[in-house]
C-alpha cells in the first residue's frame, strides 16, 4: 500500500520511449524495420575482393550481409578453395580468379570498388592497379610497406579522384567511438594520460609473422590510430621498449612484446602494452584519465550475462572475445558500410590521409626507439597533420 500513491496513468497513454542510442543493433534493426526505401534507390555497388583469408572473409561476411553491394570477383591464389567458398556462400555469381589474372578486375567497367585483404606485401601493386582503372579501394591496414609508398598511394587516389580508404576497425567499435565522442566533448577534461592494452589472440602463425611487416607495422599502428584519433592529437616523442619471449619470433627478428610511452605537445602521456600472444583471449582494452575523471573500455564477454558459482571457487564467467574477427565484428561492419556510403558519396572517409601517414611515421619512430635504445624525436612539417598547430 505504502507505494500505491506512485501509480502513473497508463504507458499507452505517454509518448511513445524511444530506445537509447547506445543500443546501436537494436537502432540498425529498426532501420530494416523501416524499410525505407530511399537509401535503395541507391545504385548497387560491385566490388572484387582480393584475398580470402582472415581478413578477407571478416569482409566478405559483411558483403553476404549488405544489401547494398554484389561481389562479381574473388581474387585468391588457394585454387583448392574456390569450389568451397562457391558452395559455402552460394558464389555461383561470381567469378573466381588468380592474382595473375587481376587484370580481368582492372578491365572490367562493372567493378565499382575493390576490398583489399591480401597479404601486406601486395596491397601498394592492388590498390595502385585499382586505383588507375578509377576503382574506389578500400584497404586494409597498412596500405603499403612504408610511409613513401603509403603517400604514392594516396596521390594516385587524388589524382584519379577516386576514394583510398585505409581499414583502421577500431574506430568504428561502438565503446571505442563512444569514448572518442565524451573525449571530445571535454567529459574529463584535458587528457593527462590514455592507455591501451591490445594483446593479440591467437598467436599468428610464424608464415604470417614473416610478412606481417613486424609488430610495429602490423599490430601497433590500431593502438596509435585510436590514441591520436581520441586525442586528435600527435606525439612530439616516444620510447620503446620491446623484446621477444618466444624463440621463433626472435629468430625473425621482430618482438611479441612491447611498450611504449608517447608525449604530446599539451603535456598528455600515451602507454600502449602490446603483445602477440593472450592465452585467455582477445585482450583489448583502453583507459583515458584528465582532471574531471577517467574513461574505461574493458574487454567484452560473448556469454556476459551469465555467472557461476561452484564450491569455494568464487564467481566463474564466460571468457573474453578469443579474436579480432569476433571482439571487433560491428566495428567491421560499421566500417564496411561506411566505405559503401563513401564510393556512394554520402559521406567523407573517417580515415583521412594525413592520420594514416602520420600514423606511419609514429609506428617507425617507436620501432626505432626499440631498437637503437632511445626516445626518439618527431617533427612534424606545417599541413603534415590533419590540424594546424
Ligand atoms: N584490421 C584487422 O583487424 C586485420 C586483421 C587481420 C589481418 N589484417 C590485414 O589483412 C591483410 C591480410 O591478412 P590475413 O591475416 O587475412 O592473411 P591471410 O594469409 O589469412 O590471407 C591472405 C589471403 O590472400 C591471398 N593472396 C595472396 N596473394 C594474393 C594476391 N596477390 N591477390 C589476392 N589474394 C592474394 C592468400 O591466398 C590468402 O588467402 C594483411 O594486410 C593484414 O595486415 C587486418
Not at 106 to 133: C, G, R
Not at 222 to 251: C, F, M, Q, R
Not at 318 to 323: E, K, L, V
Amino acid at each position: 500500500m505504502a507505494t500505491a500513491k506512485f501509480k502513473e496513468a497508463s504507458p499507452y497513454l505517454k509518448p511513445k520511449p524511444s530506445p537509447p542510442p547506445e543500443d546501436y543493433l537494436y537502432n540498425r534493426y529498426l532501420e530494416d524495420l523501416a524499410l525505407r526505401t530511399e537509401s535503395r534507390d541507391d545504385p548497387v555497388v560491385k566490388l572484387a575482393l582480393f584475398g580470402a583469408g582472415r581478413a578477407g572473409t571478416i569482409h566478405l561476411t559483411s558483403i553476404m550481409s549488405s544489401p547494398r553491394v554484389k561481389l562479381l570477383y574473388i581474387v585468391d591464389d588457394v585454387e583448392s578453395n574456390w569450389t568451397k567458398l562457391e558452395r559455402y556462400w552460394h558464389l555461383e555469381d561470381v567469378t573466381f580468379l588468380h592474382s595473375k589474372q587481376s587484370d580481368r578486375v582492372y578491365k572490367d567497367l562493372n567493378v565499382d570498388a575493390v576490398i583489399v585483404a591480401s597479404p601486406t606485401f601486395t596491397h601498394e601493386d592492388i590498390v595502385t592497379k585499382a586505383l588507375e582503372a578509377r576503382k574506389a579501394v578500400f584497404c586494409e591496414k597498412p596500405i603499403a610497406e612504408n610511409r613513401v609508398n603509403t603517400a604514392k598511394c594516396y596521390e594516385s587516389a587524388k589524382k584519379v579522384g577516386r576514394p583510398l580508404f585505409c581499414a583502421f576497425n577500431r574506430r568504428f567499435d561502438p565503446s571505442y567511438s563512444s569514448v572518442r565522442d565524451r573525449v571530445r566533448k571535454g567529459e574529463v577534461g584535458h587528457v593527462h594520460m590514455i592507455k591501451t592494452v591490445a594483446r593479440d589472440s591467437p598467436l599468428p602463425s610464424v608464415e604470417y609473422l614473416k610478412i606481417s611487416g613486424g609488430i610495429f607495422h602490423d599490430c601497433m599502428v590500431h593502438d596509435i590510430d585510436v590514441i591520436t584519433w581520441i586525442l586528435g592529437e600527435y606525439p612530439d616523442k616516444v620510447s620503446a621498449l620491446a623484446d621477444a619471449n618466444i624463440s621463433e619470433i626472435k629468430a625473425i627478428g621482430d618482438f611479441d612484446t612491447v611498450a611504449v610511452t608517447l608525449h604530446f605537445p599539451s603535456g598528455t602521456l600515451g602507454m600502449i602494452d602490446l603483445s602477440r600472444n593472450s592465452s585467455f583471449g582477445y585482450d583489448q582494452r583502453l583507459e583515458v584519465f584528465g582532471p574531471k575523471g577517467m574513461m574505461q573500455v574493458d574487454n567484452e564477454q560473448p556469454i556476459h550475462s551469465v555467472r557461476r558459482q561452484y564450491g569455494q571457487e568464487g564467481q566463474i564467467t564466460a571468457p573474453i572475445w578469443y579474436s579480432f574477427a569476433s571482439r571487433y565484428m560491428n566495428g567491421y561492419r560499421r566500417e564496411f558500410d561506411h566505405f559503401i556510403d563513401i564510393v556512394l558519396g554520402k559521406a567523407e572517409s573517417m580515415v583521412r590521409p594525413n592520420e594514416i601517414l602520420a600514423v606511419s611515421k609514429i609506428a617507425m619512430a617507436c620501432e626505432e626507439s626499440a631498437r637503437a635504445g632511445k626516445v626518439v624525436e618527431l617533427k612534424w612539417a606545417d599541413g603534415e597533420l590533419p590540424y594546424h598547430r
